[in-house]
């Protein structure tokens, strides 16, 4: 069912006898650590749990191990406040918690398409034998449909049985760059459950939440329903807004070969209120730990399930988007006028300034970035390759440690032949084309975000070219 936060929550008495549930994070990753400090500034006594000790230290002197706006305010503030805590002992995660949030990665295996789900297993198996009280284990990490209930089965194998553990789903829509919005004001909530006292646990876990709306006279819609309802909610969430970014970027493919504009095409359907204009900008693909490893893990499970079928065309969904990463190189022969043949084209004693590492702005994830991807491919055509990024540079310098790093702007397009555009920062997308133009050796601009404006960059003196158009 689907409900508003009700006036009269259901009542309980959390295991601790806390005024309020005692929230672990088990997991400090991206996901994790977001939640646990969100939740303490909405006044939650919580404690972050991760077996990576020097993670766990940095945390615990005020310091986020990756960008997310707005986090490391909070972070120290409520560290200040004696709210958030952290921790490397699975003994006290269990002594103090009432709601175990587990929050750890569920990466692609490296022998298939389907996610790895080792790290839940560990997670569960060594915290339930300390456990003393009864407690709620809610997953929060992105699964395959059918984990919940696997779950439930570790618990019940290794937890006293005696105490009652309980166990619950609740997924995650965390967005990279709005991430503390997303905790602090979610346009939903899910909670997959199984019992009352599971439901009035989770009620009562995000009674800060709700109270929040509630003095900004907003409503969080509150979706009750069942373990693989709300283990699927994710997962076909990220499937659809996979499908819908390939389905524009299949389109720029048709506008460039018709001489179409796909910027007008997305704006022209977009004001169809059945289809929307969000996620229709065609560019050089989606990216990141989500998106990719998630709709392969759909399909793996699709298959498992004996509906392979149903998810078939997410392979090409997968296969548009990696196509588009090519894309670019492509393009970057065609503007510096080298051949292209079957391996690839020859830019030997060019200089092209590739501006972005990460998958997204605001953001320092460089995790299958398609930014990152072009960078790779660029360079295998043997050109000197420069890359900036505000935030991703150290992220990326570790991953593609083959390439030139730049730590301005200015200094990443001194010279260059050719400059790509890959990741839509905001420093780039209001960067001056006329006080570039005076900086690179031949102003080229391969826009593969489709966010400048062409006029200017072209009345500026560049050639100009944007994906689709």
Partial sequence: MTLVYPSNPPAVVPPSKAPRPRLAFVGTGYLGATYAICFAELGYEVVGFDVDEPKVAKLAAG?????????????????????????????????????????????????????DLSYIERAVTNLTPHLRRKALIVGKSTVPVGTAEWVQQLVAKHADPALGVEVAWSPEFLQEGYAVEDVLRPNRVVFGIKSDWATAMLYSAHKGVFELATTEDREVPVVVTDFATAELTKVAANAFLATKISFINAMAEVCEASGGDVTMLARAIGYDARI???????????????????????????????????LRF???????????????????????????????PDLSGLRITALGATFKPNSDDVRDSPALS????????????????????????????????????????????????LTEWEEFRNADPRALAELVRSPRMIDGRNCLDPALWTSAGWTYFGMGR
């Fill in 63 to 115: 310091q986020v191990p990756f960008h997310e706006p707005g986090l490391d305010e909070l972070l120290r503030k409520n560290l200040a406040a004696e709210r958030l805590r952290f921790t490397t002992s699975y003994e006290d995660v269990a002594d103090f918690g009432d709601i175990h949030f587990i929050c750890v990665g569920t990466p692609q295996r490296a022998d298939g398409m389907a996610a």
């Fill in 276 to 310: 929307g204009n969000r996620f229709l900008r065609a560019g050089i693909g989606f990216g990141g730990g989500c998106l990719p490893k998630d709709i392969r893990a759909f399909q793996a499970r699709a298959q498992e399930l004996g509906v392979g079928e149903a």
């Fill in 314 to 344: 997410l392979y090409e969904v997968d296969l548009i988007n990696q196509r588009r990463r090519q894309r670019v190189v492509r393009l970057a022969a065609k503007l510096l006028d080298r051949p292209c043949g079957p391996a690839g």
């Fill in 374 to 421: 072009v960078v790779r491919k660029l360079a295998r055509t043997g050109a000197d390759v420069v890359v900036f990024d505000p935030e991703g540079t150290e992220n990326a310098r570790q991953a593609v440690p083959n390439v030139l790093y730049a730590s301005t702007l200015g200094d990443a397009v001194t010279g260059a032949d050719l400059v790509c555009l």
